[in-house]
């Protein structure tokens, strides 16, 4: 008896230590996602996604302009954010980005954390995913990227489709907000710009910066800004353009990197592609956004608006 009680003991510590082990290979695979480094660009490509698609600590985002693309096929493991959600009234102005406790209870409900990676898509490569990668720089949320290439290039190359929607349990986000004011201003702040040091950048459609379309109270654009839209970096494709070339054009426009950039549009959407565009892929030490944009800059009367043809 004595003897099957040793062998029993003994039987039941090599289970404890597999289990053990097991519970440290859990453990390491849902650190391997927050170890990550994320690449000083913010882009990941779609190697990269498919062999991490399903290392813990990840989460993908899929916010393509219509649910029913994500119905019909998605990344795996892919939620839906519909970007609309991701902006507010303020003060009666629509149109701004929500408040910032209410975005980290979003990203609660998204299974986010602090030390989560999250990897952000759209169709191609435009304003959506780049909003919210903007509004995580806000809040201090740096681990994030965006897919090169974005969804239509991933099914193109005949990559992993899922109709299933992701399982997700709702976490908490475990750290005190702070927030980076070094990538948002307020329309205080661009009425009272110092010209000499800040460049204010429109970077809607020409015909909304002159005046000849569009839907607020009063059409034109901010004195002193100069136009730059937002899509003339990009290729058909969605890919960024010659750089060298872009670094060029921009100098002559007077858009260099030793200048705060203040960059805006109707509601802060479009800027949030620019951005990255400046910060993230030609290393423009400070770019910021106006979010209020001229969606707030225009009601107000006593504000000038300029016209152009």
Same mark, same amino acid.
């Given at each position: 008896? %004595?003897?099957k009680?040793?062998?029993?003991?003994?039987?039941?510590?090599?289970?404890s230590?597999n289990?053990?082990? /097991?519970i440290?290979?859990?453990?390491?695979?849902?650190?391997?996602?927050a170890? @990550?480094?994320v690449p000083?660009?913010?882009?990941?490509?779609?190697?990269?996604? *498919?062999?991490?698609?399903n290392?813990?600590?990840?989460r993908?985002?899929?916010m393509r302009?219509?649910?029913r693309d994500?119905w019909?096929?998605h990344?795996?493991?892919?939620?839906?954010?519909?970007e609309?959600v991701?902006?507010?009234p303020?003060?009666g102005?629509?149109?701004?980005?929500l408040p910032?406790?209410?975005?980290?209870?979003?990203l609660?409900?998204? !299974?986010?954390? @602090?030390?989560t990676l999250i990897i952000l898509?759209?169709?191609?490569?435009?304003?959506r995913?780049t909003?919210?990668?903007?509004?995580?720089?806000?809040?201090?949320?740096?681990r994030?990227?965006?897919?090169a290439?974005? /969804?239509?290039?991933?099914?193109?190359?005949n990559r992993?489709?899922?109709r299933d929607?992701?399982?997700i349990?709702?976490?908490s986000?475990?750290?005190?907000?702070?927030?980076?004011n070094?990538? %948002?201003?307020?329309l205080?702040e661009?009425k009272?710009?110092p010209?000499?040091?800040?460049v204010?950048v429109?970077?809607?459609p020409p015909?909304?910066?002159?005046?000849e379309?569009?839907?607020?109270k009063?059409?034109?654009h901010?004195?002193?800004a100069i136009?730059?839209?937002?899509?003339?970096?990009l290729?058909e494709?969605?890919?960024?353009k010659?750089?060298?070339?872009? %670094?060029?054009?921009?100098?002559v426009?007077?858009?260099?990197p030793?200048?705060t950039?203040?960059?805006?549009? !109707? *509601?802060g959407?479009?800027?949030?592609?620019t951005?990255?565009?400046?910060k993230?892929?030609?290393? /423009?030490?400070?770019?910021k956004?106006?979010d209020?944009s001229?969606?707030?800059?225009? !009601?107000?009367?006593e504000?000038?608006v300029?016209?152009?043809k």
């Amino acid at each position: 008896m %004595r003897l099957k009680g040793i062998k029993a003991m003994a039987l039941l510590n090599r289970r404890s230590g597999n289990l053990l082990g /097991f519970i440290l290979f859990i453990t390491g695979l849902a650190t391997i996602a927050a170890a @990550q480094p994320v690449p000083d660009s913010h882009l990941v490509s779609a190697d990269w996604l *498919q062999s991490n698609l399903n290392v813990s600590g990840l989460r993908i985002i899929d916010m393509r302009a219509d649910i029913r693309d994500y119905w019909i096929g998605h990344i795996p493991g892919a939620v839906y954010l519909e970007e609309t959600v991701l902006r507010w009234p303020e003060g009666g102005v629509p149109g701004k980005l929500l408040p910032v406790d209410v975005l980290v209870r979003l990203l609660e409900e998204l !299974g986010i954390e @602090q030390k989560t990676l999250i990897i952000l898509y759209t169709e191609v490569n435009n304003y959506r995913a780049t909003y919210l990668a903007w509004a995580l720089d806000y809040i201090n949320h740096n681990r994030w990227a965006i897919l090169a290439g974005g /969804f239509n290039s991933w099914k193109s190359d005949n990559r992993p489709i899922s109709r299933d929607y992701p399982t997700i349990r709702k976490t908490s986000y475990n750290k005190k907000l702070e927030l980076n004011n070094m990538v %948002r201003v307020s329309l205080e702040e661009v009425k009272n710009r110092p010209a000499d040091r800040t460049v204010l950048v429109d970077v809607r459609p020409p015909e909304m910066y002159s005046g000849e379309r569009g839907n607020w109270k009063r059409n034109g654009h901010i004195p002193g800004a100069i136009n730059l839209f937002w899509a003339s970096f990009l290729k058909e494709d969605g890919s960024w353009k010659d750089l060298d070339l872009v %670094r060029n054009n921009l100098k002559v426009m007077g858009i260099t990197p030793d200048k705060t950039i203040v960059l805006y549009c !109707g *509601q802060g959407l479009m800027s949030s592609h620019t951005y990255f565009t400046l910060k993230y892929v030609l290393k /423009f030490p400070e770019v910021k956004i106006f979010d209020g944009s001229f969606n707030e800059w225009s !009601g107000y009367k006593e504000l000038p608006v300029e016209t152009s043809k």
